[in-house]
């Protein structure tokens, strides 16, 4: 018995000891770990406001130290505290003059002229003959003006006589003839060029080249503003540009040239061009950074991994701009988007393709609730006109207003009640209405809230999310009655611009409506690609602008604000409504200074 | 029949259905490769269309294209990819040796380590280290990899800045490499160790029951040896089984880890044909994956017999 209480008595010291030691032991790390984040907070306090920061945080800058093996250094150079850890490296690394932008907008393969993102990031080594400006005219980039004969069939460019590709070549209208000739042979996209152009010149008098189109093309300065131009003397040995891959370097004419596609790593790096005579950019090297994640790309941001951010047809994610915001280390360049999210009705199909009906439906809608939630404030409700404020041209038609009351009174009025009281409208045929409403993955919330406002005034909706391509299947097979779909900045431009590509019905693609079959409509486009005149093209572009309120062949739903975030000790930022801040403007005056 | 021809003719009728669904399968999906390869604003003519279908040869019938398919794998061509603008065999090659740096790695490393920890635990489950263990890998394996590569990433790359936080390299250096595929080969580590640490304890507690076990330990064995050279022995059975199946995940990736690290995997390639109708780079994919899983199988059938007298002798042959 007394052995046994011995036993137990030494198994309780034990016990006790060890607990006292890992007591100590906690302790001990506890107060390493808090004196080593007080001591970096007192050597920032000049430059920043001493952080309050939590017990991980510290936790995190103590291990931190212990594998960087700057503990001793801590004390006297004062950690970096996480908001002004941007700050510090990019200040460190002044001599390499590096712009880091990070873009989800992922390539898949490296062929210049086959991948659609990879030929969007080349504007800067291979810039297109045009522009769009700040104000969405378009102007000459590469061109420095341009004429067209009275017919709207000769279009002739004058190229700017101070461009020299990277491997020291001139750049010359022969190498503009090449690149639209060759995008027109060559890739599908393009056949349009092959399909209508006639014959095509160049003149080493003035420079320039003429193009001769089989029948008038109005837009042809426009569609100029995307194709990269390629040095003929490069290219014209490659049988087929689409299937052509290459990791580069490409040779370029632009103030950077494609020096190295490394899909690997996850990256463009684009170098000065030593034979660009324009504005000389402040960095020798641009580098594109590729993130599939996109919050993975908040927090490289927020690290100092890349100064800016940049999404073609698309803002930096409303949700992640407040916690840049509070590393005080990032501005904010903020435009209003020339693509908007819209709600299309099926105007094949009754009662949809009854204006009146459609107009019910446009005030039923809850625009600013809509535009709170989806856009967190970066966004507004939209005029009845469909095409926002940043588009040339841009008329002030009607802003939507929600107003169910008078939804319910148009509706009746129409002819729509609810005879048997089921709390379901009825439609002319005496069946109760019940909506499809087809949406993209993208905007499945938006969905919902829409089928709330259509409950509100009596009708009944189905939601059907579906994925990109079924939902391309079942609208162009007209299944459907409403649909929720975007338009994105070049698709607001094409065909007769402010929209008319996604309602005509005479065409095709992937992301139309092709619905629109009113000979009023058809006219009006017909008018604007007749004519090059601004004053004409303004008074058509008004004229669609009525036709879009008074008719609504489709509710826009919101229009948002394209937001850029960059580091604010980089200035200089543009942006245009067709690509953002990616232009060459940007690339030529975003400079250093100090915050 | 013998044993091995009756095997041999199973997988060879597996095969046979492999490419016959394999091609079936992408074109039942919903939506047009053409429209697809065109692009969402870009307007073209009814003619380009065709004219670009008939390139592709997807103007062909269904019983054309699958002769063509079937003849073309005959001669070890896969195809041409319509989005990545290469050799289908080309393009897998590059990423299959990416991702079996990647994921091979991670799935060796997790089943050694859920292995072992995993006959400890089972061994003395009673234990508060193996009770610490099970709860832990218990919790790791209800985790979304999502999520934990999204921590992992958080806390190791951009709190600690100890390594980078997307690519396989920065620059094409193995010290660059392994620098980069540090943390996602430790997350997939991670996942494979709690799947193979749950099956092994359970198998090892089953097992240690065993009259041979017993009868070890009467022959005076350390417990050491009872395990190790006796118990694990029977009760890595299950895990051959999982590590078979698991050749199929080895090559098409691991789709959430790639898209957090930014990797250029196989799993986001898989991803961007299905979303891209690429049917040359789908079929080519899923091929090789189901032709590799099916090879672990034979594999795995082989270890059984090598490793379990029982199926040698025949009585387990139909639970194999």
Same mark, same amino acid.
């Given at each position: ?6 036993l ?17 032991? #906690? ?5 390493t ?6 001591a970096?907070?007192?050597d ?6 001493v ?21 001793g ?38 062929s ?16 297109p ?7 969405g ?21 004058y190229?700017?006589?101070?461009l ?21 042979e060559?890739?599908?996209w393009?056949?349009?060029i092959?399909?209508t ?6 003149s080493?008098a ?10 008038p ?16 003397h ?6 087929n ?8 370097? !490409?040779?370029?004419?632009?103030p ?6 490394d ?5 463009l ?23 599939s ?19 073609y047809?698309?803002s930096?994610? !409303? ?66 006109g ?13 802003k ?9 009174? +148009? ?20 069946k ?17 809230l829409?089928?709330e406002?259509?409950?509100q ?15 391309i ?8 009655d409403?649909t ?16 008319s ?51 609504l ?11 850029t ?31 | ?46 003619e ?31 195809? !041409?990819?319509y989005?990545?603008h290469?050799? #289908? ?6 990423k ?12 060796? +490393? ?20 193996s ?22 990433l ?5 709190k ?43 198998? #090892? +507690? ?14 005076g064995? !350390? ?13 890595s059975?299950?895990?051959?089984t ?7 995940f ?8 790639e +898209?957090?690290f ?17 049917y ?9 994956i ?6 672990a ?24």
């Amino acid at each position: 018995m007394k052995q046994i209480k011995h036993l137990m008595g030494l198994e309780l010291k034990a016990r006790l000891k060890r607990t006292i030691i890992l007591a100590i032991l #906690v302790l001990t790390f506890c107060l390493t770990i808090f004196s080593s984040g007080a001591a970096g907070q007192e050597d920032t306090e000049n430059n920043q406001p001493v952080s309050d920061e939590g017990f991980f945080n510290r936790f995190i800058t103590y291990v931190k130290n212990l594998f960087s093996g700057e503990e001793g250094k801590l004390h006297s150079s004062g950690e970096i505290p996480k908001t002004g850890a941007a700050d510090i490296q990019q200040s460190a690394e002044p001599e390499q003059a590096v712009l880091k932008i990070a873009t989800p907008d992922v390539i898949k393969s490296a062929s210049l002229v086959g991948d659609t993102s990879l030929g969007i990031f080349a504007h800067l080594s291979n810039p297109p003959l045009m522009k769009m400006d700040a104000e969405g005219h378009i102007v000459g980039q590469l061109a420095e003006n341009y004429s067209v004969s009275e017919n709207n069939t000769r279009w002739t460019f004058y190229i700017r006589d101070d461009l020299y590709w990277s491997d020291g070549e001139k750049v010359t209208p022969e190498d503009v003839e090449f690149s639209i000739r060759y995008y027109g042979e060559k890739t599908p996209w393009a056949s349009w060029i092959n399909d209508t152009l006639e014959n095509s010149t160049v003149s080493d008098a003035d420079n320039s080249v003429t193009f001769k189109f089989n029948k008038p093309y109005t837009r042809v300065n426009m569609e100029f503003a995307t194709y990269d131009i390629l040095p003929a003397h490069v290219w014209k040995k490659i049988e087929n540009p689409v299937e052509y891959t290459s990791n580069g370097p !490409y040779v370029g004419c632009g103030p950077y040239y494609l020096k190295l596609i490394d899909l690997n790593a996850g990256k463009l790096i684009f170098e000065k061009n030593p034979y660009w005579k324009g504005k000389m950019p402040e960095f020798e090297t641009v580098e594109i950074h590729f993130y599939s994640n996109v919050d993975v790309a908040t927090l490289a941001l927020k690290n100092g991994e890349a100064d800016s951010y940049y999404k073609y047809a698309g803002s930096y994610p !409303y949700s992640g701009i407040e916690q840049l915001e509070k590393t005080g280390n990032f501005d904010f360049l903020e435009k209003t988007n020339v693509g908007l999210v819209f709600l299309a009705p099926n105007l094949k199909k009754a009662p949809f393709s009854d204006p009146k009906f459609r107009e019910a439906l446009a005030d039923s809608i809850n625009y600013e609730e809509l535009a709170r939630l989806e856009t967190l404030g970066y966004g507004e409700v939209p005029n009845s006109g469909f095409v926002p404020s940043a588009m040339e041209n841009y008329k002030e038609t009607e802003k939507l207003e929600y107003s169910p009351e008078k939804a319910r009174e +148009i509706l009746k009025k129409a002819g729509y009640s609810d005879s048997n009281g089921n709390g379901i409208l009825e439609g002319k045929d005496g069946k109760d209405i019940k909506l499809e409403i087809l949406i993209r993955p993208d905007y499945a919330r938006t969905g919902e809230l829409l089928d709330e406002y259509f409950e509100q005034i009596g009708l009944s909706a189905d939601l059907k999310t579906v994925d990109s391509d079924t939902w391309i299947t079942l609208k162009d097979s007209y299944n459907y009655d409403l649909t929720v779909t975007r338009s994105t900045p070049w698709g607001m431009l094409m065909h007769s611009s402010w929209g008319s590509g996604y309602f005509d019905s005479r065409r095709t693609g992937q992301g139309v409506m092709h619905n629109l079959e009113d000979p009023a409509f058809l006219q009006l486009c017909d008018n604007i690609l007749a004519t090059t005149d601004s004053a004409e093209l303004q008074k058509y572009a008004y004229e669609l602008q009525d036709y879009y309120a008074d008719n609504l062949p489709a509710i826009p739903l919101y229009w948002s604000k394209s937001v850029t975030p960059f580091n604010r000790h980089f200035e200089g930022w543009y942006a245009d409504p067709l690509y953002g801040i990616y232009n060459l403007d940007t690339f030529t005056n975003v400079t250093k200074v100090e915050a | 029949m013998s044993e091995i021809a009756r095997k041999v003719t199973r997988y060879f009728t597996s095969l046979v259905l492999i490419i016959i669904i394999n091609f079936i399968l992408p074109r039942l999906m919903p939506g047009d490769p053409v429209k697809n390869l065109i692009g969402e604003d870009a307007y073209v003519s009814e003619e380009v269309m065709e004219e670009l279908r008939a390139e592709l040869g997807l103007n062909l019938p269904f019983s054309e294209q699958f002769i063509s398919y079937t003849s073309n794998l005959l001669h070890f061509d896969l195809g !041409y990819s319509y989005h990545l603008h290469a050799p #289908v065999a080309e393009i897998l090659l590059n990423k299959m040796s990416w991702t079996l740096i990647f994921v091979g790695v991670s799935v060796v +490393i997790g089943t050694l380590l859920g292995c072992f920890l995993g006959a400890l635990a089972g061994w003395k489950p009673e234990r508060k280290a193996s009770h610490f263990t099970s709860f832990t890998f218990v919790v790791l394996s209800c985790i979304p990899p999502y999520f934990l590569a999204l921590l992992t990433l958080y806390i190791f790359s951009f709190k600690l800045g100890l390594f980078p936080s997307k690519g396989f390299y920065d620059t094409p250096e193995i010290g660059s490499v392994l620098h980069h595929l540090f943390l996602p080969v430790c997350v997939m580590s991670v996942f494979s160790a709690s799947r193979n640490f749950l099956v092994m304890r359970g198998s #090892v +507690i089953q097992e240690k029951e065993q009259l041979y076990a017993l009868y070890a330990r009467a022959k005076g064995l !350390y417990n050491t040896d009872i395990l190790f050279r006796h118990i694990i022995k029977n009760a890595s059975l299950p895990i051959i089984t999982l590590l078979a199946l698991d050749f199929g995940f080895l090559f098409s990736g691991a789709l959430f880890i790639e +898209i957090i690290f930014s990797l250029n995997g196989m799993g986001v390639m898989i991803y961007n044909a299905i979303m891209g109708k690429d049917y040359p780079l789908l079929q080519g994919a899923f091929l090789v994956i189901a032709f590799t899983a099916l090879l672990a199988n034979m594999f795995a059938d082989l270890l059984y017999i090598l490793i379990d007298p029982r199926v040698r002798g025949g009585s387990m042959d139909e639970s194999v």
